[in-house]
């Protein structure tokens, strides 16, 4: 079967880092997305990791480790902007090329 | 450049009405993906065309939903007749064509349905 855990909620201060897991069992892996959702509006694309180690975009980075099934996204110097949902999605290549599995998401909730 | 483009962005209806949600996806994009989103049971994916051809579509909860791409600028998901528990946001999403890693797929704004 396919299944994508993380965390449900996590809540972190302002200028503070916070690291959001996702590990996964998936058939035929090909590659790992992490998306941001605000409230009420559409997901939008952070950071995508097909090879293992760690892929740094700004203040957000992501990491993936295939023989754990594990990835996580880092965020840096958090601002109150960055809470949001973050989505989790695997690529596979089962039955369908192309499409992404996605977790639940985690909800961060940033402090002052 | 536009972005992927859904309409209507809410809609409301009676239970066991016709519903048509639109999306117009990225031009030169030639993937597109239809999603549900729900608190309990979070993103999922309905179907998937590339090349306006239905890839995958195991993910059409039943028979009520139904699908179509007549060509690369223009998809319809149709729910007839409209249960309560159709009520969700599904969002339309389009992408290059995999395996790239330019084949990222960008999110439309949503439909928001309420089925009464």
Same mark, same amino acid.
């Given at each position: 079967g396919q299944n994508i855990d993380q965390p449900t909620e996590m809540t972190a201060t302002e200028g503070a880092i916070v690291q959001i897991n996702c590990t996964y069992q998936t058939s035929g892996f090909n590659g790992l997305f992490?998306? =941001? =959702?605000?409230?009420?509006?559409?997901?939008?694309f952070l950071s995508y990791n097909v090879l /293992?180690?760690?892929?740094?975009?700004?203040?957000?980075s992501s990491f993936l480790s295939r023989s754990k099934g594990y990835s996580y996204l880092l965020l840096k110097e958090l601002q109150?902007? /960055?809470?949001a949902s973050y989505l989790c999605a695997v690529r596979n290549y089962g039955g369908s090329q192309g499409n992404l599995i996605f977790g639940k998401g985690t909800k961060l909730s940033v402090k002052p | 450049d536009a972005g992927v483009i859904q309409s209507p %962005?809410?809609?409301v209806?009676?239970?066991?009405?016709e519903v048509t949600l639109r999306c117009k996806p990225i031009s030169g994009h030639n993937s597109l993906f239809w999603y549900r989103q729900t608190m309990m049971r979070g993103l999922e994916l309905l179907i998937y065309f590339n090349n306006n051809v239905p890839?995958?579509?195991s993910g059409? #909860?039943?028979?009520r939903f139904s699908a179509k791409m007549p060509n690369a600028s223009f998809s319809t998901l149709k729910i007839q #007749?409209?249960? #309560? %528990?159709d009520s969700a946001v599904y969002f339309c999403a389009s992408s290059l064509p995999a395996p790239t890693s330019l084949d990222t797929q960008y999110f439309g704004p949503g439909t928001r349905l309420t089925v009464l």
């Open positions: 992490w998306y =941001q =959702q605000h409230a009420g509006e559409a997901p939008t /293992d180690g760690l892929e740094e975009k700004g203040r957000f109150m902007k /960055d809470s | %962005r809410h809609e209806t009676e239970m066991g009405q890839i995958d579509d059409m #909860p039943e028979d #007749p409209s249960e #309560p %528990r």
